[in-house]
């Protein structure tokens, strides 16, 4: 299989769920997705135009009451697509955080300096596996639904590693103090 730009992954994924515009589809990435992929709208839009243009999804005219809204729709092939990356035993799971690449150069600056950034990593953590865990809670409910097994193993995955997180910033607060 050629390698597809994961974008297009994303968003034949989302879009194998329900019709989304452009917009709903940035939407559902910056919601519970945004723990582990990030998107932009000048990476969503080309991504569309792409795919259509390869016959993966459609165009459709929803508009209403004066209001222009295009939604996309997944096709057999894009389905197919979908399916075979989904089969394909290869991933790139990299790990791309600033905070350890500055951690990685903190000798060039004074400890202070480093503590606070792993302080304000560390704030974010927080916030966001206090988020975590409330999906997961609501997700715990629901594990009869088809696909909620899904979401929740990534949620709970999400939470694991938060909390890892969370103990190597005290461990790592420690040993610069």
Known sequence: MARERKIDMVILGLLSHEDLTGYDIKKRIDGAISFFWKGSFGNIYPALKDMENRGLIIKRDTSSGGRERITYHITPEGQQTLKKW??????????????????FFGGAEEKEVT??????????????LKL????????????????HIYYYLTVSFGIDTYE?????????KKMLK
């Open 132 to 147: 975590l865990k409330a999906y997961g809670e609501t997700l715990e409910k629901q594990l009869d639904v088809e696909d």
């Open 86 to 103: 989904l089969s394909d035993g290869q991933a790139g799971n990299e790990l791309r955080y600033e905070t350890l690449l500055k951690l």
């Open 164 to 172: 890892a997180y969370l103990k190597w910033c005290t461990r790592a």
């Open 115 to 128: 503590l606070r950034n792993i302080e304000l990593f560390e704030g974010e953590i927080r916030q966001e």
